[in-house]
């Protein structure tokens, strides 16, 4: 399994529009079906709980984790190279909704 881990801030007031086109059923996920290869997106949000540590910045609820699924990373790879217009084109039309966009990582399930 190979799986890509993206953090977002999102700029208020764009949370739902934000859920809808990351989450599960949206836009990034229809894209990404195109593939055989792909096994799924999930989406999270940070909670707004008190943060254990007092000196901790407190979540704000608009920090979200996207964790995106393949079957290998060639499969990624092959995706990416077939589809990357389309994938710039959802990439410029959802800019707006975010304050921060920072890929964490590209993760190797370990046997």
Same mark, same amino acid.
């Given at each position: ?10 700029s208020?007031?764009?949370?739902r /529009?934000f &859920?809808? $086109? ?6 990034w996920a229809?894209l990404?079906?195109?593939?055989n ?5 999930e !989406?999270l949000? $940070?909670?707004?709980? %008190?943060? !254990?540590?007092? &000196? @901790? /910045? ?6 979200y !984790?996207?964790i ?6 060639? /499969?990624? @790879? $092959?995706?990416? &190279?077939?589809?990357? @217009? &389309?994938?710039?084109?959802?990439? %410029?039309r ?5 304050d921060? %966009? ?7 399930t370990? /046997?």
């Open positions: 399994m190979y799986v890509i881990v993206w953090h977002f801030q999102v208020s007031g764009r949370e /529009a &859920e809808d $086109a990351y989450g599960p059923g949206g836009d229809r990404f079906e195109r593939s290869e792909f096994q799924g997106t !989406l949000r $940070a909670t707004v709980d %008190e943060p !254990l540590d007092e &000196e @901790a /910045a407190k979540p704000s609820g608009r920090d !984790l996207t995106d699924r393949w079957t290998s990373r060639g /499969a990624y @790879a $092959a995706f990416s &190279e077939r589809f990357s @217009a &389309e994938y710039e084109v959802l990439d %410029e959802f800019l707006e909704l975010c921060i %966009e920072e890929c964490l990582g590209h993760f190797e370990v /046997a």
